[in-house]
């Protein structure tokens, strides 16, 4: 992942934090590093990834 630009929580002015986050997805489950705000547990998805990388990962899991 090359996304190293800071994301600021519009909520709570609190700097993300990449972790480890599982979530839901077009009726996919996804685990994942997704910048999340340690504050509020708001998950940022950025809108490259539901347009290209999600695809790859619908591939991987459809590769099983
Ligand atoms: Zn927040």
Redesign the pocket.
């Known amino acids: 992942m090359k996304e190293d630009k800071k994301l600021i929580?519009?909520?709570?002015?609190?700097e993300l934090k990449r972790a480890k986050t599982f979530f839901k997805y077009l009726g996919h489950s996804f685990h994942t590093d997704l910048l999340r705000?340690?504050?509020?547990?708001?998950v940022f998805i950025p809108e490259e990834l539901t347009k290209g990388r999600m695809a790859d990962v619908e591939m991987q899991l459809e590769d099983k």
């Open positions: 929580c519009h909520l709570c002015k609190e705000c340690p504050k509020c547990g708001q």
